[in-house]
């Protein structure tokens, strides 16, 4: 169905959709190239919410070199869009230009795009096929993918461990497990998400900044604190907004004068407080973590969380079935007696166990950096 050279240029505009993957949030990342008598006259990417998206940067760069883009051919990664939103339709733009083929890798899961802009585009006249490469592309946006189809952002796991299985000592200490590589690394999978989620006792414990360090980007995660009875120090640097970014701490059952007290003094830090107990019995009055991912993916419009906790929230996260990926760094070390991976409950049957499937497994540095997917969300059915 598709030749060599069509492969390429998709390739191509995926390399440019891969240009946004730190800037994009949270409209998806897409990239563009224009082809002309076997030359590419133009190629873009989405930039920040409410710049141009992919296909109008290619347009004007081929526009600005000279060319003449009528007649051309268009390789773009995600469907163009047919709706007003904070930019107008990108296939007004593309029929304008007078794009007389356009190859799309994937349909837009936006319910308002969702092939009408496929649709749009023929009505014109312009051959249109979709699928070239539709896997990469559905990867790249696994997190926009989700929250189109599930209401549910993509949550990412990531756990710095031993070949033991040990994540820290038994009197907390976890700096550092793994390499100075591999956590460089991690700052690259930090700076692509809308958010770094961690808990209370990784604050207590740690103090960590979350923030984007050592890797260029434009923009800085939103931190979110799941803090169950609004234990936070005022002096934590999570709060601090010097850092960059935004803060919430979502809280569960708490007090009312406690709560509100609380409130006002980390909101004259901008930090935003918002409360989501646990209904359920038994609850103890801590956070509902479902309800968590909802919001943000609701609310905020979050596509991708990447959290770094500590085994105990690791284990209720996993217990709720909230994360989708686990993205581990193994250190060769044997540790011994230590904090593991999560806090799960004890098994009666292997029958029983949490499984997930493998997806990719590189080495970073001294350390094998694994990949590894829900068991019903293998790479094969994404």
């Not at 540095?365 to 694994?370: A, C, I, T, V």
């Amino acid at each position: 169905m598709y030749s060599t050279l069509d492969l390429e240029y998709m390739n191509i505009a995926l390399a440019e959709a891969k240009k946004s993957l730190f800037m994009s949030n949270p409209n998806p990342r897409v990239g563009c190239v224009i082809v002309k008598e076997g030359q590419i006259i133009g190629r873009g990417f989405t930039q920040v919410v409410g710049g141009d998206h992919a296909e109008i940067v290619a347009l004007k760069d081929a526009q600005q070199k000279g060319f003449d883009v009528s007649g051309a051919s268009a390789y773009v990664t995600l469907e163009p869009c047919c709706h007003h939103g904070r930019t107008p339709p990108c296939t007004d733009s593309l029929i304008q230009a007078k794009i007389k083929q356009i190859f799309v890798a994937m349909q837009d899961p936006n319910p308002l795009v969702a092939g009408k802009g496929l649709e749009r585009l023929r009505q014109e006249g312009m051959e249109v096929r979709c699928g070239l490469l539709e896997k990469e592309a559905q990867e790249l946006n696994i997190g926009f993918v989700k929250r189109m189809t599930e209401g549910k952002p993509w949550v990412r796991l990531k756990i710095a461990t031993s070949l033991d299985g040990k994540t820290a000592l038994l009197n907390g200490t976890s700096q550092w497990i793994t390499s100075p590589e591999a956590r460089l690394d991690g700052h690259h999978w930090r700076a692509q998400a809308c958010c770094i989620l961690t808990g209370i006792g990784t604050v207590k414990e740690d103090n960590p900044q979350l923030n984007v360090r050592d890797v260029p980007t434009s923009r800085q995660p939103v931190r979110v604190l799941i803090d169950s009875f609004l234990e936070v120090p005022l002096e934590a640097k999570i709060l601090d907004e010097t850092l960059g970014g935004h803060t919430i701490v979502i809280c569960g059952h708490v007090d009312s004068a406690h709560f509100e007290k609380t409130k006002k003094i980390l909101s004259d830090k901008n930090v935003t407080v918002i409360q989501l107990p646990d209904q359920s019995a038994g609850s103890k009055g801590k956070v509902d973590l479902p309800a968590v991912f909802k919001y943000l993916a609701e609310k905020l419009h979050f596509n991708e969380v990447h959290v770094e906790a500590g085994f105990k929230l690791n284990g209720s996260l996993i217990r709720e079935s909230c994360v989708d990926e686990l993205l581990i760094y193994m250190a060769p070390r044997l540790i011994g007696e230590g904090l593991g991976i999560a806090n799960l409950s004890e098994l009666q049957s292997l029958d029983q166990t949490n499984d997930w499937n493998l997806q990719e497994h590189i080495s970073v540095g001294h350390d094998l950096r694994l990949r590894l997917y829900k068991n019903n969300l293998a790479r094969e059915s994404i």
